[in-house]
């Protein structure tokens, strides 16, 4: 079981990134894959999720709006747009995975993780 993502970098304040998170080893049928964000000196902290089985997509207060989940059920990949970026949500996003359960916005209840990758948005 294996999370990749791609997508961080740097970016202007208003700006837009596209995340992506792939898996291998299983398929996201009947799992929720979501995505949570850890700035330096603070908690890892819950972005967005779905449910892969129902589509039923989640988000935090501070990026609804602003921030989408798509996927691609061929390649087995979760994405998410990011507009109208701001420097708090710099942050290492990562990717993170469970079966079944519904969407939670505990981390702890997520035992698949990817490695990270990096968002800056200067101002």
């Known amino acids: 079981v294996q999370l990749v993502e791609s997508g961080g970098g740097l970016v202007q304040a208003g700006g837009s990134l596209r995340l992506s998170c792939a898996g291998s080893?299983?398929?996201?049928?009947?799992?929720?894959i979501g995505w949570f964000r850890q700035a330096p000196g603070k908690e890892r902290d819950f972005v967005a999720a779905?449910?892969?089985?129902?589509?039923?997509?989640h988000y935090t207060d501070s990026v609804k709006g602003r921030f989408t989940i798509s996927r691609d059920n061929v390649k087995n990949t979760m994405y998410l747009q990011m507009n109208s970026l701001k420097p708090e949500d710099t942050a290492i996003y990562y990717c993170?995975?469970?079966?079944?359960?519904?969407?939670?916005?505990?981390?702890?209840?997520?035992?698949?993780w990817g490695q990270g990758t990096q968002v800056t948005v200067s101002s």
């Open positions: 993170a995975g469970r079966y079944y359960g519904g969407v939670s916005e505990w981390k702890n209840d997520y035992p698949y």
């Open positions: 779905i449910d892969w089985s129902t589509g039923n997509t």
């Open positions: 080893g299983f398929t996201f049928d009947d799992h929720v």
